[in-house]
């Protein structure tokens, strides 16, 4: 079945305490990107990659990193989570960089106390 | 930069009856794509329906449809026959087409549709 598979889908971490969210595709996307969801913003990218070794910031990207050493996977790094950073993650993934559907996780609930 | 618009919260419809969600959206660019994502209380982001800018003709997928407007930047999803299923929030989103670009998704702040049986 082709999906988009985010670990873990909750997780509750303390101030500081560095934290990955892994994100894997199983359909030979090139373009994978990260989204945070805050109630009344919608949904604001956070990284984006358009291939292997090819990542970039997106609209809300401090505090955050990102890899892209495989096709397949995408982890988001919190190296010193803070409060401001709770919120519902998603990652998206989608065939190629112009104009076609994307797919995405089952988001992650991130509770930073 | 692109804006997109969803000034209604909330909105409650009656099963089986029709209603339709409001969204307008800011850009300057002409080759785009507009999308409707529907998140129901399971999370997950589940696309609806969606519109290339270049088509005139309004997209349709079953009960849903849209009243895209591109000279008014205006992209409306009408539900017919309303279901308890749709009872979801209901994003509204673009995307820039172009070699290159950042397929970037910019969403609007979403609407809480309701169904009332």
């Known amino acids: 079945e082709a999906q988009v598979t985010q670990n873990p889908r909750y997780l509750i971490t303390v101030t500081g305490k560095k934290l990955t969210v892994t994100c894997s595709q199983n359909m030979n996307h090139e373009y994978m990107s990260w989204y945070r969801q805050d109630p009344g913003l919608g949904l604001r990218q956070i990284y984006y990659s358009m291939n292997v070794e090819v990542t970039d910031k997106g609209d809300v990207p401090e505090g955050y990193k990102v890899s892209r050493k495989e096709k397949r996977n995408f982890p988001l790094i919190l190296e010193s989570p803070s409060p401001n950073q709770t919120s519902l993650y998603f990652c998206a993934s989608s065939f190629r960089a112009v104009g076609t559907e994307a797919f995405f996780g089952q988001g992650t609930r991130l509770t930073v106390v | 930069a692109q804006t997109v618009t969803q000034s209604q919260p909330e909105m409650s419809v009656q099963e089986a009856e029709t209603v339709t969600l409001s969204c307008t959206y800011d850009?300057?660019?002409?080759?785009?794509?507009l999308f409707w994502y529907k998140q129901p209380p399971s999370r997950q982001m589940i696309l609806v329906i969606r519109?290339?800018?270049?088509?005139?003709q309004n997209a349709t997928e079953n009960r849903f449809s849209v009243n895209f407007q591109k000279a008014a930047k205006s992209f409306s999803l009408k539900i017919s026959d309303s279901q308890l299923g749709d009872t979801a929030m209901y994003f509204c989103?673009?995307?820039?087409?172009?070699?290159?670009?950042?397929?970037?998704?910019?969403f609007g702040k979403g609407i809480t549709l309701s169904v009332r049986p």
């Open positions: 850009t300057s660019e002409n080759n785009y794509y």
């Open positions: 519109q290339e800018a270049y088509k005139q």
């Open positions: 989103a673009f995307m820039i087409t172009y070699t290159g670009a950042n397929s970037k998704l910019t």
